[in-house]
């Protein structure tokens, strides 16, 4: 069973998966002679995912298709926020690229030829990213045997953005709509800062932009709930903040607030029911297996409430969670 999605893998997808926002990002980082002659004006998303069922609690991904010299291609983009650097990411990007090749050859049976796939990693861990984005310089061959079958290798690169090497006057500089600045900045500077309501005073323009844009406020809003979430600014500082902007940004800090009070609230009656409900299957089934615990711990409260009502009349523990 698939863990929910990362607070950083909801911003990134949220915003990021806009054509508008997506291809003002793409523009930025790919090469010049690439963009060229990509049609970023008919940008487009496409639905699913690409990502490992045991690797996508820490992993997000877009898939996009594009114009590329008026074939069809596709851009592949995945967010990478490990504590550690992932030195197989090249395997990893190759793997994914390969699954939507096998995707698109199940969709256009009979086609003798692939779109291309461009994949983009945008990395935003404190630590720079060190290691290679090729996979030639994975193999366990020395120089001289890679330069004797180097004709018979796969080389597969992947381009990185990496935001940990992108700082605040960089990062102002780019040409990208304010919401990307800002979901890019706060990807970056967010997570345990708790200085984070002054590293945003530079940004202010980019962030009332983004309530003066149609549908911003609740743009503005998604920002704010995982600032809150990975953040630690003292409330009545970044409140200061968002008063500098407006009534209508305070009103959605109040907003925001109160939704993530409510839910914290529901989660501690989740975790409640879930933590009852383990202590009654071990009392009846003995120790459980741990995919009955994930499957516990990552049901709904209605979920819950099923399993809990089956106990008594259950003689398996399938017979409660089947």
Request: aromatic letters at 6%; glycine letters at 6%.
């Amino acid at each position: 069973m698939a863990s929910p999605s990362s607070p950083h893998d909801a911003v990134f997808r949220l915003v990021l998966g806009e054509p508008a926002n997506g291809a003002s990002q793409l523009r930025a980082v790919l090469p010049a002679g690439l963009v060229d002659r990509l049609d970023l004006s008919r940008l487009a998303q496409v639905s699913g995912s690409f990502v490992d069922e045991a690797l996508q609690w820490r992993h997000s991904d877009l898939l996009f298709t594009v114009p590329l010299d008026g074939r069809d291609a596709f851009i592949y983009v995945l967010i990478e926020h490990q504590s550690s650097e992932d030195p197989l990411m090249p395997v990893r990007m190759l793997r994914y690229v390969v699954r939507i090749w096998d995707r698109y050859l199940s969709e256009h049976p009979g086609v003798t030829r692939l779109p291309a796939v461009i994949p983009l990693v945008v990395h935003h861990n404190r630590r720079p990213w060190t290691g290679s984005t090729q996979l030639l310089d994975l193999l366990d061959l020395d120089a001289p045997a890679i330069d004797a079958v180097q004709d018979y290798l796969p080389r597969f690169r992947f381009i990185l953005d990496d935001l940990a090497r992108l700082d605040a006057q960089a990062l102002r500089a780019r040409p990208v709509t304010p919401l990307v600045r800002i979901t890019l900045l706060v990807l970056k500077i967010a997570p345990g800062n708790p200085e984070l309501p002054q590293d945003l005073q530079p940004f202010v323009d980019d962030l009332r932009a983004i309530l003066d844009q149609p549908g911003g406020t609740a743009k503005f809003v998604a920002l704010l709930r995982y600032i809150e979430s990975v953040g630690e600014a003292p409330p009545d500082e970044l409140r200061k903040l968002v008063a500098m902007l407006g009534p209508d940004a305070e009103e959605a800090y109040v907003t925001t607030a109160e939704m993530l009070r409510a839910e914290g609230r529901a989660e501690g009656r989740a975790e409640g029911r879930a933590e009852a409900l383990v202590q009654l299957l071990t009392l009846k089934f003995g120790p459980l297996p741990q995919s009955a615990l994930d499957a516990v711990h990552a049901a709904s409260t209605e979920q819950l409430q099923t399993w809990t009502a089956r106990v008594l009349s259950a003689n398996t523990l399938d017979e409660v969670l089947g």
